[in-house]
């Protein structure tokens, strides 16, 4: 990631500079349940891991920091097993951790989850950054990120490759577009969806691996966003499951060529005859 060098702070009128990193935990697998009510997964009993896009936002964040100085907050809203995610980006830099979680706030779509996120973020004080990872890999929909940026009313840049802090109050971001690339100057504060091109991920420290382990992350609720009871979780969405489905898994023949003790010349042989057979030679 490129920054320009600056002594801390200098790029804003205050050197407490202020950055939020949003974290979502996905399925660590594809053995997933459906909430036959809802059509959403099941969150609660699935293992998870950090969204692996957002180990770039997370990465984008701390490389700010560590350029401009300040600390860094990560956030997450799901429920309580996503202190996993949470206690993950401690570990590997963060200094701070929330998570938005109660009943209420479950089952958001994308407008009613960047709805709760704004809230949060707008509560954490006069935030500088806001870094999201371009998208997560259960949804696809790479929209949360923007949607925040417009509850908080904030210029974004999205699918950034390149990130540049200059002294006037501005960035300089580099965003891929297919197979083109677009600069934009965006002035902060400012929302940021990071491309996986961007870093790479640092790995965690054990030091600090065991102080995440002991962290104390606040939970905050609805009531504590002053959020608006209309506007989150099922009350709050705007799109509607219809159905949700397995594909159909492919019957599959597995036929054992050779074995033990096998000749290699034999074996061969049957493979180049199955393929022929099947007009793949």
Do not use: W
Request: with cysteine; proline share 7%.
């Amino acid at each position: 990631m490129a920054l320009k060098a600056m002594p801390p702070g200098v790029f804003l009128t205050r050197s407490a500079v202020l950055i939020v990193v949003c974290v979502k935990q996905v399925p660590a697998s594809n053995d997933v349940r459906i909430d036959p009510v809802t059509n959403n997964l099941v969150r609660d009993s699935v293992e998870g891991m950090m969204n692996p896009f957002d180990k770039h936002a997370v990465e984008a964040a701390l490389t700010v920091r560590e350029q401009a100085g300040g600390r860094v907050v990560a956030l997450s809203m799901g429920p309580r097993p996503f202190m996993d995610t949470l206690r993950e980006a401690l570990a590997l830099g963060c200094d701070e951790a929330r998570l938005l979680s109660s009943r209420a706030l479950a089952g958001a779509d994308t407008l009613a989850t960047a709805y709760a996120l704004a809230k949060a973020v707008e509560r954490l004080g006069p935030v500088d950054l806001v870094f999201f990872g371009r998208q997560a890999v259960d949804a696809d929909t790479g929209q949360v990120g923007p949607i925040v940026a417009e509850f908080l009313n904030r210029p974004q840049a999205t699918l950034v490759k390149k990130l540049e802090l200059r002294p006037d109050g501005h960035l300089v971001a580099t965003r891929l577009l297919g197979r083109y690339e677009e600069t934009v100057r965006v002035r902060m504060p400012a929302v940021i969806t990071v491309a996986a091109e961007m870093n790479t991920p640092r790995y965690p420290t054990p030091l600090r691996i065991m102080k995440a382990a002991k962290a104390d992350i606040p939970v905050l609720d609805e009531n504590d966003l002053d959020c608006d009871p209309g506007r989150i979780g099922l009350k709050g969405s705007r799109t509607v499951v219809d159905r949700v489905f397995a594909p159909p898994q492919p019957n599959r023949h597995v036929e054992m060529l050779g074995g033990p003790g096998g000749r290699v010349e034999e074996t061969a042989r049957r493979v180049i005859e199955i393929l022929v057979r099947r007009n793949c030679l």
